[in-house]
């Protein structure tokens, strides 16, 4: 129904009410003082007993049974709060005088032992939210006000909130990004702290590192910059865990550091852990809060198992070995060797494709000299996006979700027309040695090359995104992991990085195969008969099929292996830098091996370089003059 409000000036106002229509065949939840009878699937609703501002509801479920009541009845003096964070995020009353006021009031009406219903924690959550984001722009730097804070933030957590998991996730949510970006942006002068009975305050000067010792968790954070460390209680229980089959401990740690511009390098926290007590068959998972994503992140997190201890190390890594780990790959030095290889890599890429345009007509004289270097050109083409994506997804914690998203289907998409196209050149190979007196034509070649170069990879890209995301074939696991901007690894044969191993193996088996049938064909004396271009061009392609068969490859095959150890041992952290330095320098061994090791094209680029190409050609032209007459 809608009703239509007039007040005395004559001014109307609509509003829409639902109301529903029980029918005699309808399922419906009896009466039960003092809750009325109510249709299934709808919610009764009751006004608030004096004092209290809101209204409580009762879900009546599909099946006609009542639900447990939601109590959204609220305090007067938290409501009157809640009505003075509005003013103060407008800018109303926005003074430090009036923000104390605001959190003493909070810290009295929030007292550890009182009530609190499930609107009174909501809002609380809301006024610290409304702090939170004022406080950006109105400085707040009071001692006094920032132990009400923390007072306040941890009698929220001294009573229960509600049996509804989704809505106490959301709650926590809200509650933890309150209280870190309070934390971050209220000031401190003389505290060195506050300790209340869920919420523990620790601020670190100035100096070579902060160790600190909270709730009983040993904190060691690598900073030269004030640091403010928070412990909560009670928190971690409530917060969503999307890692199945794992109970959350009961300390949650955040550190955030006073200069902005000084970053973490590394946070070690060790949780106290009684081996006999536990779960046989135990693993345990570090991880931190992903604030962007509300959600918890493994990603840089490694743990070490001492004896009456848990010790977690947490820092970022981007090595290249992130594209094939089930995990966190944790090696010192792997981030520098993947970027100063993808330097070089990148740079001998953009140095190949200028030589192919600079001495293409030169060096593509025949049919089989075009097939070569355009497959070449695409396969560097290829690399050289996907390496330029892989460096713009190296810091996925600052990227948005949609920038996040667009990079992974670009690294998929290229990394896998790497492949496809190298796929194309040793068929071509086959079948130009295999078929001897049937050429491959060009307009076929070029017609089948970039239908399969491009039109696979395209593909394979779509339809794992429809499978993982929007059909949701495997729930819980869509198409890529936002943390590390790459596909997703859940399981042997569950995750989308399947979609990316596979054709990998598949094409590399194929290339291998290619490559054996090759070697028996030019053990043939037939194939030394022919044209003498077109022998070297033979030779040219026998040699870059060869040699980036194994490199590309026999590169992904190693990280295969490494994929399939699940122990932390010797050989696989050899595979994983033995991998990362290989696959960083890709683009290198592409120039090595189609430019300066084609004798063709380095005399081509040799004639540029000393610039006697004019010179050559002019003796050529006189010479041909000279016998014509």
Same mark, same amino acid.
């Given at each position: 129904?809608?009703?239509?409000?007039?007040n005395?000036?004559k001014?109307?106002?609509?509003?829409?009410?639902?109301?529903?229509?029980l029918?005699?065949?309808?399922?419906?939840?009896?009466?039960?003082?003092?809750w009325?009878?109510?249709?299934?699937?709808?919610k009764?609703?009751?006004?608030c007993?004096?004092g209290?501002?809101?209204?409580?509801i009762?879900?009546?479920n599909?099946?006609?049974?009542?639900q447990s009541?939601?109590?959204y009845c609220?305090?007067?003096?938290?409501?009157k709060?809640?009505?003075?964070?509005?003013n103060?995020?407008?800018?109303?009353?926005?003074?430090?005088?009036?923000?104390?006021?605001?959190f003493?009031?909070l810290?009295?009406?929030?007292a550890?032992?009182?009530?609190?219903?499930?609107?009174?924690i909501t809002?609380?959550i809301?006024?610290?939210?409304?702090?939170k984001?004022?406080?950006s722009?109105?400085?707040?730097?009071?001692?006094?006000?920032?132990?009400?804070?923390?007072?306040?933030?941890?009698n929220?957590? @001294?009573?229960? *909130?509600?049996?509804d998991?989704?809505?106490t996730?959301?709650?926590?949510?809200n509650?933890?990004?309150?209280?870190e970006?309070?934390v971050?942006?209220?000031?401190?002068?003389?505290?060195?702290?506050h300790?209340?009975?869920?919420?523990?305050f620790?601020?670190?000067r100035?100096?070579?590192?902060c160790?600190?010792t909270?709730?009983g968790?040993?904190m060691?954070?690598?900073?030269?910059?004030?640091?403010?460390?928070v412990?909560?209680?009670?928190?971690?229980n409530?917060?969503p865990?999307?890692?199945s089959?794992?109970e959350?401990?009961?300390?949650v740690?955040?550190?955030?550091?006073e200069?902005?511009?000084?970053?973490?390098?590394?946070?070690?926290l060790?949780?106290?852990?009684?081996?006999?007590?536990?779960h046989?068959?135990?693993?345990?998972?570090?991880v931190f809060?992903?604030?962007?994503? $509300?959600? *918890?992140?493994d990603?840089?997190c490694?743990?070490?198992?001492?004896e009456?201890?848990i010790v977690?190390?947490?820092?970022?890594l981007?090595s290249?070995?992130?594209?094939?780990s089930k995990e966190?790959?944790?090696?010192?030095?792997?981030?520098?060797i993947?970027?100063?290889?993808?330097?070089?890599?990148?740079?001998?890429?953009?140095?190949?494709?200028?030589?192919? *345009?600079?001495?293409?007509?030169?060096?593509?004289?025949?049919n089989? $000299?075009l097939?070569?270097h355009?497959?070449l050109?695409?396969?560097?083409?290829s690399?050289?996006?996907?390496?330029?994506?892989?460096l713009?997804?190296?810091f996925?914690e600052?990227?948005?979700?949609?920038?996040? #998203?667009?990079?992974?289907?670009?690294?998929?998409f290229?990394?896998?027309a790497?492949?496809?196209?190298m796929?194309?050149?040793?068929?071509?190979?086959?079948?130009q040695?295999?078929?001897?007196?049937?050429p491959?034509?060009?307009r076929?070649?070029?017609i089948?090359?970039?239908?399969v170069?491009?039109g696979?990879p395209?593909?394979v890209?779509g339809?794992?995104?429809?499978?993982y995301?929007m059909?949701?074939?495997?729930?819980?696991?869509?198409?890529?992991?936002p943390?590390?901007? *790459?596909?997703?690894?859940?399981?042997?044969?569950?995750?989308?990085?399947?979609?990316?191993?596979f054709?990998?193996?598949?094409?590399?088996l194929m290339?291998l195969?290619s490559?054996?049938?090759?070697?028996i064909t030019?053990?043939?004396p037939?194939?030394?008969?022919?044209k003498?271009?077109d022998?070297e061009?033979l030779?040219?392609i026998?040699?870059?099929i060869? #040699?980036?068969?194994p490199?590309?490859?026999?590169?992904?095959?190693?990280?295969?292996?490494?994929?399939t150890?699940?122990?932390?041992?010797?050989?696989k952290?050899?595979l994983?830098?033995?991998?990362?330095?290989v696959? $960083?320098?890709?683009?290198?061994?592409?120039?090595?091996?189609?430019?300066?090791?084609?004798k063709r094209v380095?005399?081509?680029?040799l004639?540029y370089?000393l610039?006697?190409?004019s010179?050559?050609?002019?003796?050529?032209?006189n010479?041909?003059? @000279?016998?014509?007459?």
């Open positions: 129904m809608t009703c239509l409000f007039e005395s000036s001014q109307n106002k609509k509003q829409d009410l639902n109301i529903p229509i029918q005699a065949v309808d399922r419906f939840c009896e009466p039960d003082l003092p009325q009878k109510t249709k299934a699937g709808e009764a609703i009751m006004e007993p004096v209290r501002v809101g209204y409580r009762r879900p009546c599909v099946a006609g049974e009542w009541v939601l109590d609220v305090n007067e003096v938290i409501n709060l809640s009505s003075a964070v509005e103060f995020q407008t800018g109303l009353d926005a003074t430090p005088e009036i923000a104390m006021e605001i003493s009031g810290k009295n009406n929030s550890s032992g009182t009530s609190m219903s499930l609107g009174d809002a609380t809301n006024i610290l939210d409304g702090m984001n004022a406080s722009a109105v400085t707040l730097h009071d001692d006094s006000m920032m132990n009400d804070f923390i007072d306040s933030a941890s929220i957590l @001294s009573t229960e *909130w509600t049996d998991n989704t809505i996730q959301d709650l926590s949510t509650y933890l990004q309150a209280v970006g309070l971050t942006n209220m000031k401190v002068n003389q505290s060195d702290g300790n209340s009975s869920n919420v523990q620790q601020v670190c100035n100096n070579d590192g160790n600190r909270i709730f968790v040993e060691a954070l690598t900073t030269t910059a004030q640091a403010k460390v412990a909560l209680k009670n928190l971690s409530k917060l865990n999307h890692f089959k794992t959350s401990a009961s300390i740690v955040s550190a955030t550091l200069n902005t511009s000084d970053h973490m390098t590394n946070i070690t060790i949780f106290p852990f009684n081996k006999t007590t536990a046989p068959g135990y693993k345990i998972k570090c809060w992903h604030t962007n994503r $509300s959600e *918890w992140s990603k840089g490694v743990w070490t198992e001492a009456e201890n977690c190390e947490c820092s970022h981007t290249f070995s992130s594209l094939i966190e790959v944790d090696h010192p030095f792997l981030d520098m993947t970027y100063i290889g993808l330097g070089i890599s990148i740079c001998s890429l953009l140095v190949f494709l200028f030589i192919e *345009w600079l001495v293409w007509s030169a060096i593509v004289k025949s089989l $000299s097939y070569r355009t497959s050109a695409n396969i560097a083409v690399l050289l996006l996907a390496n330029c994506c892989f713009a997804s190296a996925p600052k990227l948005g979700k949609l920038t996040c #998203f667009v990079l992974v289907l670009a690294k998929h290229f990394f896998t790497m492949f496809f196209w796929l194309c050149l040793s068929l071509m190979l086959l079948h040695l295999i078929f001897v007196f049937s491959l034509r060009k076929v070649f070029m089948l090359s970039f239908t170069g491009y696979s395209t593909v890209v339809v794992s995104y429809v499978y995301d059909l949701g074939k495997e729930p819980g696991n869509s198409y890529h992991n943390e590390t901007c *790459w596909l997703r690894y859940e399981g042997l044969m569950k995750g989308s990085l399947h979609a990316f191993l054709p990998v193996g598949v094409i590399t290339n195969i490559m054996v049938v090759v070697i030019l053990m043939r037939k194939v030394s008969e022919g003498t271009d022998k061009t030779r040219s026998i040699k870059a060869v #040699f980036l068969t490199v590309f490859g026999g590169t992904w095959l190693l990280a295969v292996v490494s994929f150890i699940n122990e932390k041992t010797t050989l952290v050899m994983d830098y033995a991998f990362t330095i696959n $960083s320098l890709q683009g290198f061994l592409i120039l090595v091996t189609g430019c300066l090791g084609e380095r005399e081509e680029v004639r370089i610039g006697s190409r010179t050559k050609s002019e003796s050529r032209q010479l041909t003059t @000279s016998i014509k007459k």
